[in-house]
């Protein structure tokens, strides 16, 4: 009984061998030729250029609000419960005018924001998918900075950049 399961066995892998060794020598070769690609150059005309810079124009009225100043920027850890807790805590300048303020926070995991109406944003760690931790990496130093919004859809320049400190 085993001669014949070892015989079935290695017929098997011999034709399973057979047929990879047959499909790859019948496989056509993919050759292509690329054609080359000319330098294009597009010429616009005056309207084209009046209308975009009537729109860049547009823009740059509507950043009309300060620029708004982080105070503070730390990111500690609380070991005073269990299971420990880790707190994030910015808060910035407020700026006249602003009726909300966009917070934008780049770690090692990516950049996220966060939109806020208060010239602060205190986070607990999993109460909210945008505060993964204490982002405490050697990589990547995580920095954030605040950008304000007003009505009719003005807004400031963004802040500073300023590096979150971490503590622990």
């Not at 070892?6 to 019948?26: E, K, N």
């Not at 708004?68 to 005073?80: M, V």
């Amino acid at each position: 009984m085993r001669k014949k399961r070892r015989i079935v066995t290695l017929v098997l892998t011999l034709l399973l061998t057979c047929s990879m060794v047959a499909q790859a020598g019948f496989t056509p070769r993919y050759d292509v030729d690329m054609p080359e690609i000319p330098d294009i150059h597009v010429e616009l005309s005056d309207e084209v250029k009046e209308a975009v810079n009537q729109a860049a124009q547009k823009q740059i009225e509507k950043m009309i609000l300060d620029k708004p100043a982080i105070i503070n920027a730390t990111c500690w850890h609380c070991r005073y419960f269990y299971p420990y807790i880790n707190n994030l805590i910015i808060s910035w300048e407020s700026v006249e005018g602003a009726t909300s303020y966009k917070v934008e926070v780049t770690d090692a995991s990516g950049t996220r924001t966060k939109e806020v109406t208060n010239n602060y944003l205190i986070l607990t760690e999993g109460e909210d998918d945008f505060f993964p931790g204490c982002m405490d990496t050697e990589d990547v130093r995580p920095i954030v900075r605040v950008r304000a919004y007003g009505e009719e859809e003005t807004y400031s320049p963004w802040s500073d950049a300023v590096e979150i400190c971490c503590y622990k």
